[in-house]
């Protein structure tokens, strides 16, 4: 998780980015709680629960100290979990170690370096059945950018 965090925060650019090789990213000109509310309107029109909002950036803030840090890596981070019913039945009918990719998670991010700015993005899912997974994280990005 660390290092796809990472991966993600050095991928800050103009369009889509890819992070390592690891995260197809978007960096809009949009604030960060419109980006946020597009990604929960998104997930939820396609019919598809939030399990659970994990606040990365509050919780590097929080403890920085503790683990001996200065520096704020994040204004705001956010990761979404959700699964797919549907989606995840025909990955893992394909193959039951697809098993590992659930539940599907979409980063929101903003950096100091440019807080005017917000990065949303998800992992690069591998070839094979995944891509199914990774075109509905897709379709799901670019509702929740307007795009």
Not at 32 to 46: K, N, R
Not at 53 to 77: C, I, P, Q, S
């Amino acid at each position: 998780m660390k290092t796809f965090l990472l991966a993600a925060a050095l991928a800050v650019g103009a369009g889509v980015a890819s992070a390592q090789d690891t995260a197809i990213t978007y960096t809009v000109d949009q604030d960060y709680d419109d980006v946020t509310f597009g990604l929960e309107s998104a997930i939820t029109d396609e019919g598809l629960l939030i399990d659970a909002v994990n606040h990365v950036g509050a919780m590097l803030e929080r403890t920085k100290e503790d683990v001996g840090a200065t520096k704020t890596v994040f204004l705001k981070a956010e990761v979404y979990n959700f699964c797919s019913a549907k989606v995840s039945r025909d990955v893992m009918e394909a193959d039951p170690m697809n098993l590992q990719f659930c539940p599907y998670g979409i980063f929101v991010m903003q950096t100091p370096e440019n807080p005017d700015q917000t990065t949303i993005g998800y992992r690069i899912m591998p070839e094979g059945p995944m891509k199914e997974v990774q075109a509905l994280l897709e379709k799901i990005v670019q509702e929740a950018i307007g795009e």
